[in-house]
């Protein structure tokens, strides 16, 4: 029999279901929490606007979360809005009285206009009657100017601003920086006496309604599920990010809503994604020996050099490499542990500006990449005159001879974790492979030139293990190639 974490919402209701309680429980659902909700009032709304709001009465607020609490139990709470002190005052009495564990506070303040969602009065008793009670508050800066008294303008003002809240009761505290200017988005949160800053690119898209929502009430369904508030705000800033990449682009025509159901990846899944990397990487050493060799005759300035799609880091910090680009900002995190700067963001779309790198190098991430066109041209941008791409890929004559050993296998070894032969099953069965030629069309179009090229398998992959040559020059076809372009 299964159980599940209990997560209750306190919140509004938007009838356009991008927020509130609907975002609220769409969130729960795809982090397999069960789900329950408070509501504490109606609102008319749309992509487009608020058009009128009626709250519930007090009682009917107060029965409930007392009904859910006696009967079904809670193991988290999340609040949303909540329109007026006498509303906030029996939320507050209702958690104290319970003793409500994990509560976490999205404080709606201020609208996206920037307009007042509350009267004086009611911030007042949100800020010293609800807050003393809460777990963790995730105010974005012009809530966090309120709370804290503090004008917020950068990343240091976002610090003290932290550490002026946390004085007010509170036991730890997320600041959400969107409101700040920059290409990166980044959340501080405070716990204890240190900060962790989260990093993501930012998203230009008009599907934005309801991001606090649900970013509260992921961080709120982790910790249900008992994992620590870091991962839990980590699990669920990623989380956000894909529900906004991926939100649908028909609903309303003003603020669109997030896309819900996506399944969460949790920051204890990229721990042992990274940790069956290196695994991965000790077993097959005899391999990225002869990689790192010829990595080496081209990555001539890794104090300069970008790695895209740099994973956990191990690569790039053994070849010297000091700046990266990665997609997921949970496994960025293990790169950043090995002093990588790396900011979040994809081969398509590189956070840096114009000519910024001598050398970019474009590991086996072309396998994943859609338009690998785009990223190339992205390298190129980022690349000073005269800098270099690095390109190591698997050809696609190199992968179907892989699978073609592997469909022989029988199977005496877990080649998806940690396989004997050098690359796992189903790395080489989901990727999309591009052949030599058709990349050396792609560097050549967008304007690389003086193509060199190494090769580091020149046997058979099912020997790879055993038999590994020294890097040769001048190949342009095999199993693994490197291939150097310049910018002119």
């Known amino acids: 029999m299964k159980k599940l974490a209990r997560v209750l919402t306190i919140a509004g209701s938007d009838s356009g279901g991008g927020a509130g309680i609907q975002?609220?429980?769409?969130?729960?659902?795809?982090?397999?929490?069960?789900?329950?909700?408070?509501?504490?009032?109606?609102?008319?709304?749309?992509?487009?606007?608020?058009?009128?709001?009626?709250d519930i009465p007090l009682d009917t607020i107060a029965d409930q979360i007392g009904v859910v609490c006696e009967d079904i139990g809670i193991d988290a709470i999340k609040i949303g809005m909540l329109s007026n002190s006498d509303i906030i005052n029996i939320v507050a009495n209702k958690i104290k009285h319970y003793k409500a564990p994990n509560v976490v506070l999205d404080p709606v303040m201020v609208a996206k206009s920037g307009d007042l969602l509350l009267q004086e009065e009611a911030y007042k008793s949100l800020i010293n009657k609800l807050l003393p009670l809460v777990y963790l508050v995730t105010p974005n800066i012009p809530e966090a100017e309120i709370i804290s008294g503090c004008k917020i303008k950068t990343l240091e003002d976002m610090?003290?601003?932290?550490?002026?809240?946390?004085?007010?009761?509170?036991?730890?505290?997320?600041?959400?920086?969107?409101?700040l200017s920059g290409s990166e988005v980044v959340d501080l949160l405070l716990v204890n006496d240190e900060f962790f800053i989260y990093r993501f690119a930012r998203v230009d898209s008009k599907n934005t309604h309801g991001t606090g929502c649900t970013l509260s009430s992921a961080i709120a369904a982790c910790l249900a599920k008992g994992h620590n508030l870091n991962d839990a705000v980590d699990t669920a800033r990623e989380y956000v990010y894909k529900a906004i990449t991926n939100a649908p682009i028909n609903i309303g025509n003003g603020h669109g809503p997030l896309y819900h159901n996506l399944k969460p990846q949790y920051v204890s899944?990229?721990?042992?994604?990274?940790?069956?990397?290196?695994?991965?990487?000790?077993?097959?050493?005899?391999?990225?020996?002869?990689?790192?060799?010829?990595?080496?005759?081209?990555?001539?300035d890794p104090e300069n050099c970008l790695s895209v799609g740099i994973g956990n880091g191990m690569f790039a910090e053994k070849l010297g490499i000091k700046f990266g680009v990665e997609p997921s900002e949970a496994m960025a995190k293990f790169a950043r542990e090995r002093n990588i700067s790396v900011k979040s963001g994809c081969a398509e779309d590189i956070p840096w500006p114009d000519e910024s790198f001598n050398q970019v190098l474009l590991g086996t991430i072309l396998a994943s990449v859609k338009d690998k066109a785009k990223a190339i041209k992205e390298a190129y941008r980022v690349l000073k005159t005269g800098g270099e791409v690095i390109v190591s890929i698997i050809a696609g004559e190199g992968a179907?001879?892989?699978?073609?050993?592997?469909?022989?296998?029988?199977?005496?070894?877990?080649?998806?974790?940690?396989?004997?032969?050098p690359y796992p099953l189903e790395f080489v069965r989901n990727a999309e492979w591009i052949t030599t030629e058709k990349l050396i069309k792609l560097l050549e179009d967008v304007g690389f030139k003086d193509l060199e090229f190494v090769q580091t398998l020149v046997k058979n992959p099912k020997y790879t293990n055993e038999e590994i040559e020294e890097p040769q020059s001048g190949y342009k076809s095999g199993s693994y190639i490197i291939i150097k372009g310049v910018k002119k």
Not at 402 to 415: A, P, R, T, V
Request: glycine share 4%; aromatic share 16%; hydrophobic share 35%.
């Open 23 to 54: 975002a609220d429980l769409k969130t729960f659902q795809a982090f397999d929490v069960y789900g329950m909700s408070a509501i504490t009032s109606i609102t008319a709304q749309n992509t487009k606007e608020v058009c009128s709001v009626c």
């Open 159 to 179: 610090k003290h601003a932290a550490k002026c809240i946390r004085k007010l009761g509170v036991k730890n505290v997320l600041i959400k920086g969107g409101h």
């Open 269 to 300: 899944h990229y721990k042992k994604a990274a940790q069956d990397f290196e695994d991965w990487f000790n077993k097959n050493k005899n391999l990225f020996t002869s990689e790192f060799k010829a990595l080496k005759k081209f990555v001539t």
């Open 400 to 421: 179907y001879a892989i699978l073609y050993d592997y469909s022989y296998m029988k199977g005496e070894y877990n080649y998806e974790i940690c396989p004997e032969y």
